[in-house]
């Protein structure tokens, strides 16, 4: 038997292979890789990659109703999983500005934010927004990913260079990409790597980083890394998606809280996690703002934000600005969570923010230690291979302000009494 | 012909990152690498302790570029790539090679000197009598393994592709505990070395196994 025909009579388990497998065929039909991938994903949904994209019934609060991926039943759970971190989308202030918006402008935007999309609504909205984040002016994105894209690509061209973390979001690698700009990635949070990769580097230069990281809850070493991009006459780009109304103390962002807002070129932020909404931003000085309005082509081609989803951010923001209470609460619950996992033997990695990584360190158990969590009532994130290295797969905890301490104390001993039977923990 | 045996103790590769435009200059036209990251492909470096082949034992280095397997019938591979430099320790092995496989080589014997530690193997690789290449892979969990991958080689005569399953124990991690030391040596000459990142952000070492190949395919 040929060495190819022995593999295929031995089918592999579905473990043997993930998306990265996928996503690389030669050949000549752009469809080949749909069949293995169909064949594959016929395994892998049932044995735990059911529990991605698993369908909410209830708003995103600390405790959600969710529609068990594999049995198609609701579970009642408390929720480790949405962003929400201050709890605010589902404030009623929030809700009855987005109402009394959708009352008066209906559903949508009905146009690019250039010609007939933007609203009242908009233009106060991102000027709050500039107020709170200390800048001459803001611009509003459909969403997070588009503000990556659409700036990175407005500012940088074909010749240029940009260097990212090699953990950047997406959002940022695909504005690199746009922008055809010569990308070059330095090690994560190593600011020896960046002096190496930027040296001798000539012409117009771009550096970004990421406030916290999103699946390490690690902090940017900001300082370090702007030394050496000032020292190298680079900009720096800060993405605060995670960041943004939490840190620092008037909450915006990562670059304050080190004393540096002013040093940092480009402030990013987006309004899905701590508001809990939808979109982003860049906020700057007025050119910045009126050339980037010019360039991005991921809003300029892109329907506006809805202004009933505008209506709401605004009074989000306006509830972020006025209760710093929010955050020290989100806080205190953070470092409640730090200590009693340390206390558990739960190892939660680098993280020192609230987005809290429970390291499971096991690729092939970590699919159904989330599921045994699950059906023991919490709900939250396993993420593994491709999305983080080999072995480090992990199960993802966003920390609220509106958790209670009691429902956190819940969650510590139900995630390490699993762990435990699963021989991952002391 | 039926499928080609060769037994190893230890192999171990080391995936290390390294420009696009590099990767380019390397594989013939038609062909694209890998981007684990948008301008930046995989430099895979493999060093072989066989003990059981047509030729006898020997040691062997391979310097390959990760490249999309070719998807047919539904069988997939784990993976592919693209050896533009194989060095061997014996003439016997680089003839052998050349002929059933058009393996593009490096035409004098190599010195191919491995050091067990602790949990990782070290290979040091001299060329023309002088250090060419220093890998250090370490281990992490171990199972035991028949993957298959491709390996696509192109000479004057046409293209080909190799369907070789790996059977043995595998380890297989991203710690970044590996290394590199790529010398200032000729058999380095296609790569730009001081672009190459030093620690592999992927190790695997195989060892007590055996490659079996299919029969070469033309393309």
Redesign the interface.
């Known amino acids: 038997m040929e060495a190819a025909q022995k593999m295929a009579a031995e089918k592999p388990g579905f473990s043997e292979y993930d998306y990265s497998n996928f996503y690389y065929g030669a050949g000549d039909d752009p469809l080949n890789l749909l069949r293995p991938f169909a064949d594959w994903y016929r395994d892998a949904r049932p044995s735990g990659y059911y529990l991605y994209q698993e369908a909410l019934g209830s708003a995103p609060t600390t405790h959600v109703r969710v529609k068990n991926g594999k049995t198609g039943r609701w579970q009642d759970l408390f929720n480790l999983a949405s962003y929400n971190y201050l709890g605010i989308s589902y404030r009623p202030e929030v809700k009855k500005a987005a109402a009394e918006a959708l009352e008066k402008y209906g559903l949508g935007a009905s146009g690019s934010p250039i010609l007939s999309g933007t609203f009242d609504v908009h233009e106060e909205f991102a000027s709050e927004l500039a107020r709170f984040k200390g800048k001459e002016a803001c611009i509003v994105f459909p969403t997070g990913y588009s503000a990556n894209v659409g700036f990175i690509s407005a500012l940088m061209r074909s010749g240029d260079t940009i260097l990212l973390d090699q953990y950047s979001h997406a959002s940022i690698v695909d504005g690199a990409i746009l922008a055809k700009s010569k990308t070059v990635f330095f090690r994560h949070n190593n600011p020896l790597d960046l002096e190496r990769k930027i040296a001798g580097v000539k012409g117009k230069k771009l550096v970004v980083v990421e406030g916290v990281y999103s699946m390490d809850g690690d902090m940017c070493a900001l300082p370090e890394i702007l030394e050496v991009t000032k020292r190298h006459g680079a900009r720096m780009l800060i993405d605060e998606a995670h960041s943004t109304f939490l840190f620092g103390p008037n909450g915006r962002g990562v670059a304050e809280h080190f004393g540096l807002d002013k040093e940092v070129d480009f402030h990013l932020g987006t309004f899905s996690k701590s508001l809990g909404g939808q979109g982003g931003f860049v906020a700057g000085t007025r050119e910045l703002i009126d050339y980037v309005n010019a360039f991005a082509r991921s809003r300029f081609f892109s329907c506006n934000l809805s202004p009933v989803l505008t209506a709401g951010l605004l009074a989000g923001l306006r509830i972020a600005s006025s209760e710093p209470q929010l955050r020290a609460k989100l806080w205190s619950n953070v470092a409640f969570l730090r200590r009693r996992f340390a206390e558990e033997g739960v190892d939660i990695g680098k993280s020192n923010s609230q987005v809290m990584p429970v390291m499971v360190n096991n690729d092939s158990k970590v699919l159904s230690v989330a599921e045994k969590i699950q059906d023991r009532g919490l709900f939250l994130n396993p993420v593994t291979y491709p999305a983080v290295p080999k072995h480090k797969s992990r199960l993802r905890i966003s920390v609220s302000a509106a958790h209670t301490e009691a429902d956190l104390e819940a969650a510590v001993q139900t995630i390490a009494a699993v762990l435990r039977e699963e021989g991952l923990c002391r | 012909m039926s499928?080609t045996r060769y037994g190893y103790r230890d192999a171990i590769s080391g995936f290390f990152?390294f420009p696009t435009d590099n990767a380019r200059r390397i594989l013939p036209r038609g062909t694209?690498p890998?981007e684990p990251?948008?301008?930046?492909s995989i430099f895979a470096v493999t060093v072989f302790d066989f003990h059981e082949s047509e030729v006898g034992e020997y040691g062997e280095v391979v310097y390959a570029v990760i490249?999309?397997?070719?998807?047919?019938?539904?069988?997939?591979p784990?993976?592919?790539f693209f050896p533009w430099q194989v060095a061997t320790t014996t003439k016997a092995a680089r003839q052998h090679a050349i002929e059933r496989w058009h393996l593009p080589h490096w035409m004098e014997d190599v010195k191919v000197d491995f050091a067990r530690g602790e949990g990782k193997l070290v290979a040091r690789v001299e060329a023309g009598g002088t250090p060419a290449m220093e890998l250090t892979v370490t281990d992490?969990?171990w199972q035991q393994?028949?993957?298959?991958y491709q390996s696509f080689q192109t000479d004057e005569s046409g293209s080909y592709m190799a369907?070789?399953?790996f059977e043995g124990e595998k380890s297989?991690?991203?710690?970044e505990t590996g290394k590199i030391v790529l010398h200032d040596n000729p058999f380095n000459q296609d790569v730009v070395v001081s672009e190459v990142y030093d620690t592999p952000?992927?190790e695997l070492w195989m060892r007590n196994g055996c490659q079996?190949?299919?029969?070469l395919v033309k393309l």
Not at chain 2, 37 to 40: A, N, P, R, S
Not at chain 2, 145 to 148: D, E, F, G, M
Not at chain 2, 172 to 175: A, L, P, S, V
Not at chain 2, 212 to 215: E, H, I, M, N, V
């Open positions: 499928i990152e694209e890998v990251h948008h301008g930046t490249v999309p397997p070719l998807v047919r019938d539904g069988r997939l784990k993976s592919a992490h969990s393994v028949s993957h298959l369907n070789i399953l297989e991690h991203e710690e952000f992927r079996l190949f299919d029969p």
